[in-house]
């Protein structure tokens, strides 16, 4: 069983660049294969952003990009502007043939 | 235009039961997995149930194991959430969202929400 671990909050002035890491506790490289990342703004439904760790789809900007090592998986976002500011939760497969998600971050445009 | 749009959503005393819907337009449905996902006020998002395509493949996260059940009926578009002994901390909003390429991938649509509150 994974839980995926967040930082609570992260922030960044516009244009600068920040990271959100979402790290798990199992030692299974393989169960981090398809971690995806999801944008949520207050009061809005949950935007799917990154898929299979570096994939964006359709109509998400290449501000937003993923990558991993090893159990920790991250979304960078590059350029940071005022609508970015949300909360962003990160989602893996577990081991148990379940579907987890970290708690969320909290990202300030200051 | 694809959409998924969720209904069923009350107020109910603890210990009773709730039926959820969620009706898919726009897109093969049938074709796709689907998942409950939940978000209590001023809590992070947690993954309550999904279904595979032809419904084979089920799995409910241990909050709900036992208490809920999910289904699907593709030919009416429609995925359900049948949730018995309802606790307080079951108080969330639903989402429904589409999972395109299997059970344990991502979810590339989400409905708004059916407000659940249990309480007496």
């Known amino acids: 069983q994974s839980v995926l671990t967040q930082p609570a909050s992260v922030s960044g002035s516009p244009g600068q660049s920040i990271t959100i890491s979402c790290t798990g506790s199992?030692?299974?490289?393989?169960?981090?294969?398809?971690v995806s990342w999801y944008q949520q703004h207050a009061g809005k439904a949950p935007k799917l952003m990154i898929y299979d760790v570096t994939y964006r789809p359709s109509g998400v900007s290449d501000r937003f990009s993923g990558s991993r090592s090893g159990n920790t998986a991250s979304l960078t976002i590059s350029g940071l502007q005022a609508e970015d500011e949300a909360a962003y939760y990160c989602?893996?497969?577990?081991?148990?043939?379940?579907?987890?998600f970290g708690g969320g971050t909290k990202v300030t445009v200051l | 235009e694809v959409q998924l749009v969720e209904s069923g959503g009350d107020l109910v005393q603890p210990g009773r039961s709730l039926r959820l819907s969620c009706v898919a337009s726009g897109f093969a449905f049938d074709e796709c997995a689907m998942h409950w996902v939940r978000q209590a006020p001023g809590r992070g998002l947690e993954w309550v149930s999904g279904?595979?395509?032809?419904?084979?493949?089920?799995n409910y996260a241990d909050s709900v194991r036992g208490r809920f059940t999910i289904s699907r009926d593709n030919a009416k578009n429609s995925l359900y959430l049948e949730m018995n002994s309802l606790r307080p901390d079951d108080t969330a909003l639903y989402y429904c969202?589409?999972?395109?390429?299997?059970?344990?991938?991502?979810?590339?649509?989400w409905g708004k929400g059916t407000t659940v509150t249990v309480s007496s």
């Open positions: 989602s893996s497969f577990t081991s148990s043939s379940t579907l987890a």
């Open positions: 969202a589409r999972a395109p390429r299997g059970f344990y991938t991502h979810m590339d649509v």
């Open positions: 279904i595979g395509w032809s419904s084979a493949s089920i």
């Open positions: 199992s030692s299974d490289d393989d169960d981090y294969n398809y």
